[in-house]
């Protein structure tokens, strides 16, 4: 019983320390602004709201999450941008579709509305997909 709780102590103190995830993926999101302005951008999950973020021109906001072990993990985002507004899920089934193989999506927000890819490539390139237009 001493070996087993030290073992526990150990093992809770090295995944705290790497800061990596344990059996389940590390997931990367980029929002990434291609529009003339900035937007703003407001991230949440049933579990965690990432807040609210002003997103400059030509740069984006990013955030990671360690998937849950059953990889339902899911995350929406609200976007306000010239007067436009629309919400989406930037991670779902849906991005997950897109995305599995590399746990990494890259969103475009563009004046004509949402992109996403799991390659971080220029637009326009066929590894974009066109998701949402702005409402």
């Known amino acids: 019983m001493h070996h087993f709780l030290l073992y526990i102590i150990l093992t809770s103190s090295l995944i705290s320390i790497t800061n990596s995830c344990f059996f ?9 602004n291609d529009t003339p302005d900035s937007f703003a951008a407001h991230v949440m999950s049933k579990d965690d709201d990432l807040g609210n973020h002003t997103v400059p021109p030509n740069a984006n906001y990013y955030f990671s999450f360690c998937d849950r072990w059953d990889r339902t ?15 989406l899920g930037v991670v779902n089934d ?42």
């Not at 389940?24 to 990434?32: A, D, S």
């Open 24 to 32: 389940t993926p590390k997931w990367n999101v980029y929002l990434i």
């Open 73 to 87: 993990s899911q995350f929406d985002a609200e976007f306000w941008w010239d007067k436009k507004y629309q919400c």
């Open 94 to 135: 849906f991005a997950r579709s897109k995305c599995h193989w590399l746990a990494r999506c890259y969103w475009l927000v563009r004046p004509e509305g949402f992109y996403v890819s799991m390659y971080n490539v220029p637009f326009p390139r066929p590894e974009w997909t066109f998701v949402k237009s702005w409402g």
